[in-house]
């Protein structure tokens, strides 16, 4: 298929949406000029890779009618210089465009709240989670996203039984996506003293965080309560009710069953905003619990996203006596664990995207 054919009719699209991103009205309506906003950008970086493509191309043609058709031997010589460097660009070029033109997820963009939890294996599973908490923080610094804690449960020997944390940046969910699942570790525990290596497993749930519009919530109807954060701080912290818990009743608008949600904040001194972070994980797990058949229906985000702390539905396993890493969606093994752990993870994450990639253009038949 002709990929020209496929990007015409962008740039009518991209001049349409700018002119609607400046219109009084769509302003007014937050909803549709976050979602104008968002297409806006997404066709600017598509039109971009295109123009390059077109460029090459247009350059190319160029190129051979000169060889063609020109006696002059040094222009037939700058000609086949030119050939010879844009004709191994056109393919490349050409593969971008087409990851470019497949339909993004448009929740890639949003920023997400990330849950880890110690699943099987006790205090040694509460002590991975804590490991896995530090590499994503190191992971973090390198790439740039920002994190705050909500909240966190510790483990009785360290490490965390639950850690809950909002990370933002740029496509921060689209990043992040495909750590959701079970991780497995193998290792022989500090609280082993036989020497043997045993297996534990830690969930972790990337969840996109909801924009307030994109979910109704009556604020009449959640029960605060508030309580004395207990921890570091100081005097303040533990003197001063800045704890926040909510409680929710969500009716599920598919099958009108009622369920509480409960959520605690106790990420800063100040109650005010431990509320506002409350409310915004509340818009959070809303949002998805009801867009779950639309979670569903992606095939390659349903195979990461894990919701059990069971072994057996395990994405990656990290083996400390091998030092290997092995992410088993995509049979990828890696020998730099202590690397890895220091939040060196890319590599991973980029051949997860790149398997990804693969599969949607065989399904698109670009």
């Not at 990043?175 to 020497?195: A, D, F, I, M, N």
Request: charged share 30%; aromatic share 8%; hydrophobic share 35%.
């Amino acid at each position: 298929m002709d990929i020209l054919s496929k990007i015409e009719g962008l740039e009518a699209k991209f001049h349409e949406v700018s002119l609607l991103i400046t219109d009084p009205a769509v302003i007014a309506d937050q909803a549709r000029y976050v979602r104008l906003n968002r297409e806006y950008r997404t066709l600017e970086q598509v039109l971009g890779v295109t123009e390059r493509y077109k460029n090459a191309v247009r350059n190319l043609e160029d190129a051979k009618q000169v060889f063609h058709n020109e006696s002059d031997p040094e222009l037939r010589e700058m000609a086949r210089a030119e050939i010879d460097e844009l004709e191994p660009q056109i393919p490349a070029l050409e593969e971008e465009v087409k990851l470019q033109l497949l339909p993004k997820d448009p929740e890639d963009s949003k920023n997400v709240v990330m849950e880890i939890r110690g699943g099987t294996g006790g205090d040694e599973a509460s002590l991975f989670a804590g490991d896995l908490f530090r590499m994503y923080t190191k992971y973090f610094e390198l790439r740039g996203f920002h994190y705050t804690v909500s909240s966190f449960t510790e483990g009785a020997v360290g490490g965390y039984k639950e850690i809950i944390f909002n990370v933002t940046g740029e496509n921060v969910y689209g990043t992040l996506k495909y750590e959701s699942g079970v991780h497995r570790v193998q290792r022989v525990p500090v609280t082993e003293t036989q020497g043997r290596v045993h297996t534990s497993a830690a969930t972790v749930a990337v969840l996109p965080e909801a924009d307030e519009f994109e979910v109704h919530i009556n604020e009449g109807e959640i029960r605060w309560e508030t309580f004395r954060s207990g921890g570091a701080g100081g005097q303040n912290v533990n003197k001063v009710e800045s704890g926040v818990r909510l409680r929710y009743n969500w009716k599920n608008p598919n099958t009108g069953e009622v369920q509480e949600i409960l959520i605690e904040c106790t990420e800063t001194r100040d109650q005010p905003k431990n509320k506002e972070r409350a409310l915004s994980r509340l818009r959070t797990q809303i949002y998805d619990k009801e867009h779950q058949k639309y979670i569903d229906d992606i095939a390659s985000r349903r195979k990461t996203m894990v919701s059990t702390g069971d072994r057996s539905a395990k994405i990656r396993t990290y083996n400390y006596p091998q030092g290997r890493i092995t992410d088993h969606r995509i049979g990828y093994t890696v020998y730099n664990l202590p690397a890895f752990m220091d939040g060196d993870i890319q590599g991973v994450i980029d051949a997860l995207q790149v398997a990804e990639n693969a599969e949607r253009l065989k399904e698109s038949e670009l």
